[in-house]
């Protein structure tokens, strides 16, 4: 009994002694890839599952996995809600479910007259993916009202055993990326040509325009390919107790010839009186009309931007108190501050900036999985940690805050060399004030400023946020 307690206790120490006394979230990437994993939290970089999803959670504990080749995936159901302060008037993010797909191929060799073992491996996964999608007539529409980021990442895995208890491993990793930002265009705030008696700088809210009426459509789309590298290294200390580590790199991925499609949207108003040249009765949308033709600026054009994807670093331990009983717990720093910005340069448009100014993050997860037969294995695990973003960047296009999630699993190897898992995840956010509205006041100081306080001033409304999720994985070992 006794010694029972020490290897729980190596593990819970662990853990207190790498946990930060604050996490953070982890922005928008994504950590479900593998039910194995996925059921006991994530918990993956110590000890591997046997579907070969050590090629994400550490490629070094390939050459600890049976050649096995897995094809899973997670399903994501996103719920939310945002509620004006003003109106009271509440949008609902769309009830939709996004699949998050990971494949997975191991292969290994004995090197003759050696202990030594190598393996290799090829895997497909989704390190960082983003969604958010509003009706279009939600008022999160004129900052986005669907936002998608996608970095679906291809990487040939080796690793070597170098004795019986060290093993280290290497991946190269092609990703695919893809952006899209689709957002209406506010007809009030804009800009009125010269048009005497009007003052300089009149927008077609002089004109008896209200404020949230669609004029314009714009749908930015694009595709990119980025290269970057995994390591991992793990080590077995004792036979109960396995740690292990890996490093993920930053990449930044640019998008030199996104396409801007921008369609006009009628408002069916007419000017209620005339204005110097414009008679009354006049069609608003005859008025616009000349910007959507020709060399308009809000014709279909080109734009660049770079998307920051964050390096990641995750030390893990794993102890076994009892035979059949495994404790996992990892600890993730993650590079957010890297995505500070997302700058777009169009052909016509002038520039836009969407301000993030995230701060570097931590994040601790506790798992456990308990063999109850010799086909059955149950596994649960929980996390939390807190936003990445400041006040003021808590937006539509990513509403994060304060989360807290429970995850549970099950195992059964349904026959010789052919295996099925499934996990569940519920994720808790608490409520946080944001804004549905442009960002003032940014240009000429900095979120340390307390001159800046009239950005956090600028929330209008409360994100209310909780998803489901739904992972399996079908494994053959050969």
């Keep these: 009994m006794r010694r029972i307690l020490v290897r729980t206790a190596v593990g819970l120490a662990a853990a207190a002694c790498l946990f930060p006394s604050t996490t953070t979230a982890q922005g928008f990437g994504v950590y479900e890839q593998g039910a194995c994993v996925m059921g006991r939290a994530g918990t993956g970089v110590a000890k591997p599952c046997a579907d070969g999803s050590s090629i994400f959670f550490n490629p070094a504990n390939i050459a600890d996995t049976p050649d096995v080749l897995s094809l899973g995936g997670t399903l994501i159901a996103p719920r939310g809600t945002f509620t004006n302060d003003l109106t009271g008037i509440q949008s609902k993010l769309e009830d939709k479910y996004r699949p998050v797909p990971n494949v997975y191929l191991v292969k290994s060799v004995n090197l003759a007259g050696t202990v030594n073992r190598v393996a290799f491996g090829a895997g497909l996964f989704v390190p960082y993916g983003l969604t958010t999608e509003w009706p279009d007539t939600s008022e999160a529409r004129f900052l986005g009202y669907r936002s998608d980021i996608r970095a679906i990442y291809v990487q040939p895995t080796v690793a070597l055993q170098l004795n019986h208890r060290v093993s280290i491993g290497a991946g190269l990793d092609i990703n695919f990326a893809h952006v899209q930002l689709r957002q209406r265009v506010d007809l009030s705030t804009q800009v009125l040509p010269p048009i005497p008696p009007l003052p300089a700088g009149a927008t077609f809210a002089s004109l008896g325009v209200a404020t949230g009426t669609d004029f314009a ?25 396995d740690v292990g580590a890996r490093y993920l790199s930053r990449q930044s991925v640019s998008f030199d010839n996104a396409s801007v499609t921008i369609a006009q949207v009628p408002t069916n108003l007419v000017v209620p009186v005339a204005i110097g040249p414009i008679p009354a009765g006049t069609p608003v949308d005859a008025l616009v009309a000349p910007q959507f033709t020709g060399s308009g600026p809000l014709t279909n054009q080109t734009a660049s931007t770079v998307i920051h994807l964050p390096d990641q670093a995750v030390f893990g331990v794993a102890v076994r108190p009892v035979p059949r009983l495994t404790l996992l717990t990892d600890v993730q720093y993650t590079h957010w501050k890297y995505f500070d910005s997302v700058a777009i340069s169009f052909e016509k448009l002038p520039p836009e900036v969407l301000h993030q100014d995230n701060h570097d993050i931590w994040d601790l997860r506790l798992g456990g999985e308990f063999a109850a037969n010799e086909s059955v294995t149950l596994r649960g695990g929980w996390y939390l940690h807190n936003g990445a973003e400041p006040d003021y960047a808590v937006t539509p296009n990513l509403p994060e805050g304060d989360r807290s999630s429970f995850t549970v699993g099950i195992g059964a190897r349904v026959s010789r060399g052919f295996r099925i898992d499934a996990a569940y995840q519920y994720i808790n956010q608490a409520d946080r004030r944001g804004r549905t509205v442009p960002l003032a006041g940014y240009p000429g100081c900095t979120p340390l400023d307390s001159s800046c306080s009239v950005l956090v001033q600028q929330n209008n409304g409360l994100y209310s946020f909780h998803a489901h999720l739904f992972g399996a994985t079908f494994s053959y070992a050969f």
């Design 217 to 241: 459509d714009a749908n930015l789309d694009g595709n990119s390919t980025h290269l970057g590298f995994h390591v991992g290294l793990s080590a077995k200390v004792t036979d109960w107790l």
